[in-house]
Nanobody
Framework: QLQLVESGGGVVQPGASLRLSCVPSGSSVDKYAIAWFRQAPGKEREGVSC????????KSADAVKGRFFISRDRAKNTVYLQMDNLEPEDTAVYYC?????????????????WGQGTQVTVSS
């Protein structure tokens, strides 16, 4: 059973940056399409950014384009979500998710493996 371990959340002021990490315990980042989702209180879980196992172009939601960047470090077996110019609206629990197959998407369908979530709070 694949386990995803996230880290990197915290409390920051608007305009700051954070980098989230996702490590697939017991497997390789190359074997799965990996995505970051987030869920704010009272809202549905939404896709933020994803990267395919095949190495195709990453995808990002319109709300974070130009601010959030997903990447994969094969040497460290880690997928990162670099979040720049954070806004209060980015406050949420962020989840790493993985699915079998090479392609990724930002819809919460087909992601069989989930991390425990890491809290990101953006507040002045």
């Amino acid at each position: 059973q694949l386990q995803l371990v996230e880290s990197g959340g915290g409390v920051v002021q608007p305009g700051a940056s954070l980098r989230l990490s996702c490590v697939p315990s017991g497997s390789s980042v190359d074997k799965y399409a990996i995505a970051w989702f987030r869920q704010a209180p009272g809202k549905e879980r939404e896709g933020v950014s994803c990267i395919s196992a095949s190495g195709g172009a990453p995808k990002s939601a319109d709300a974070v384009k130009g601010r959030f960047f997903i990447s994969r470090d094969r040497a460290k077996n880690t997928v990162y979500l670099q979040m720049d110019n954070l806004e209060p609206e980015d406050t949420a629990v962020y989840y790493c998710a993985a699915r079998d197959g090479t392609s990724c998407h930002l819809v919460n369908i087909g992601y069989d493996y989930w991390g425990q979530g890491t809290q990101v709070t953006v507040s002045s």
